[in-house]
């Protein structure tokens, strides 16, 4: 066979159009290909089987890297597995697209800014929000993350700042949490020993709230400090009229101040209206120990055993127990019965907060458990 010069020609030609082909049928076997497993995708995540969804979604994004929604949608998914670090980049990817239209690009924003606020990452949730502050669709959301990162990170003025733009902007109540935040500066300012800042602060405190406690009890810790028990009891008063619950707490300190005073029958009125008005094992307990240290063994002991006539506890009995037996150490039948009910009253119960349950052995102003602010309630809850 005679060999032709066009062959030379005509065989590089045929081969690129196989090549062309075999890219132009794989195409079209992806664009097939994608619905079915973009579906696919939807099917198992109704099925509650996420990773296997992940799987299809990744797919789908591979074949069709212009796929916005989806990309938002992996986000998500990703954010909502803990998979921080992996969200962070889907979010990053289209941040980083030139053609993303602005609303898609603030979404991005936004829910990059929600994975780093997940995993810890706090300067960068804020950078990402503050980004964000202009857009009128995402902005009090934002101020709502910014106002949570900066009481995570004790930045307490730029939380007092954006909790009063919330009350302007959202017409939200922050009133409460604002005079924490002012308590807070107090706090850090009772630590470089800057009490008269630590009193002003209180004070803006008290203007914001008018029921905050926890100022007029930090207060008059301030006065006494200062050598002052006749202001820290006028503070510390007024802790009863706004709400009588919190008396326990500081039932300790005012009888110290009364009898600083030299008014021991001032301390006994108080420590009276407690019983009265707050009963509970902590209210006797704090009771019982203040009239021990001022009235002697055999008030205390009266003391609780006109307790136990009028709220009988297995608590009260076994303090009364325990008197008798310091009384009587060799009284092996009471020996007996005092050990066998300590068990049942070792126990002082712990506080709780009302939003989320979440138990602490102190009291606490802000919960751990949900950041809730003043949601603990200042009687022990027994176990
Ligand atoms: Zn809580």
């Known amino acids: 066979m005679e060999f032709e010069l066009w062959y030379l020609i005509v065989v590089p030609l045929l081969f690129a159009a196989g090549w062309w082909c075999r890219g132009l049928d794989q195409r079209q076997r992806e664009n097939e290909q994608k619905p079915g497993t973009y579906y696919r995708g939807i099917n198992l995540l109704l099925n509650d089987q996420p990773d296997k969804a992940i799987d299809a979604f990744i797919e789908v994004v591979k074949l069709d890297p212009e796929t916005i929604e989806l990309h938002h ?4 998914l990703f954010s909502r597995r803990g998979e921080f670090d992996r969200a962070v980049r889907i979010h990053n990817h289209l941040l980083n697209r030139e053609d993303l239209p602005q609303e898609e690009r603030s979404l991005a924003l936004f829910e990059l800014g929600n994975d780093y606020l997940k995993a810890g990452i706090y300067d960068r949730a804020e950078e990402s929000f503050k980004r964000l502050l202009k857009e009128p669709k995402y902005r009090l959301e934002t101020m709502r993350a910014l106002l949570k990162i900066y009481c995570t990170e004790k930045e307490w003025e730029s939380a007092i700042s954006m909790a009063n733009d919330l009350e302007k902007q959202a017409g939200e109540n922050h009133q409460a949490e604002i005079g924490h935040f002012y308590c807070e500066l107090a706090s850090l300012a009772i630590r470089r020993k800057d009490f008269d800042k630590a009193v002003d602060l209180l004070n803006q405190a008290r203007q914001v709230d008018r029921r905050s406690v926890r100022a007029l009890i930090m207060l008059g810790e301030i006065a006494m400090k200062a050598g002052n028990p006749e ?22 300190q005012m009888a110290q101040a009364y009898e600083q005073l030299g008014q021991h029958d001032q301390a006994m009125n108080l420590i009276q209206r407690a019983l009265d008005d707050q009963p509970s094992a902590e209210t006797v307990s704090i009771a019982l120990s203040l009239i021990e240290k001022t009235e002697g063994v055999d008030s205390a002991r009266a003391m609780l055993r006109e307790e136990l006539k009028r709220r009988p506890t297995l608590w009260t009995y076994e303090k009364l127990a325990q008197m008798r037996l310091s009384a009587n150490p060799q009284d092996e039948e009471l020996k007996l019965l005092t050990s066998l009910l300590k068990p049942y009253v070792n126990n002082p119960g712990r506080y709780r907060c009302a939003h989320c349950g979440f138990q602490a052995k102190g009291f606490q102003w802000l919960c751990p458990g949900c950041s809730s602010w003043g949601s603990y309630s200042p009687k022990r809850q027994a176990e």
């Open 73 to 76: 949608a992996l986000g998500n």
């Open 231 to 252: 202001n820290a009891l006028r503070y510390w008063n007024k802790v009863e009229s706004v709400n009588a619950e919190f008396l326990p707490l500081i039932m300790t």
